[in-house]
């Protein structure tokens, strides 16, 4: 059974960045496709980025366009999201996702595609 640990949130004030990071253990990593989700309250859960297993493909939600990038490692079996240009509507839980089988060039968008996910790391966008 796979483990996702997520780090890296925190405070932040607008217009900042932040570097979020995935460790996952168990299972092969260079076979899961991979991605970030994060959920503000009140709200759903909403895609943010995606990237393939072979790291080739990639795919981002439309509101975190340009500003963000996900990037994985597969000898480290790690998983990062650099997020730029930050605004308060980026505050949020961040959650770091795998998802097993499939093509390694494919991209999982959506939430129900993943078997497995961290417990979330708290981003705070604000002056």
């Known amino acids: 059974q796979e483990h996702l640990v997520e780090s890296g949130g925190g405070l932040v004030q607008p217009g900042g960045s932040v570097r979020l990071s995935c460790s996952i253990s168990?299972?092969?990593?260079?076979?899961?496709?991979t991605g970030w989700f994060r959920q503000a309250v009140g709200k759903e859960r909403e895609f943010v980025a995606g990237?393939?297993?072979?790291?080739?493909?990639?795919s981002y939600g439309d509101s975190v366009k340009n500003r963000f990038t996900i990037s994985r490692d597969n000898t480290k079996n790690t998983l990062s999201l650099q997020m730029n240009s930050l605004k308060p509507e980026d505050t949020a839980v961040y959650f770091c996702?795998?998802?097993?089988?499939?093509?390694?060039?494919?991209?999982?968008?959506?939430?129900?595609?993943?078997?497995?996910w961290g417990q979330g790391t708290q981003v705070t966008v604000s002056s």
């Open positions: 996702a795998i998802g097993r089988g499939g093509s390694v060039h494919y991209v999982r968008k959506g939430a129900s595609e993943y078997d497995a």
């Open positions: 168990g299972g092969t990593f260079r076979e899961f496709g």
């Open positions: 990237i393939s297993p072979r790291g080739d493909r990639k």
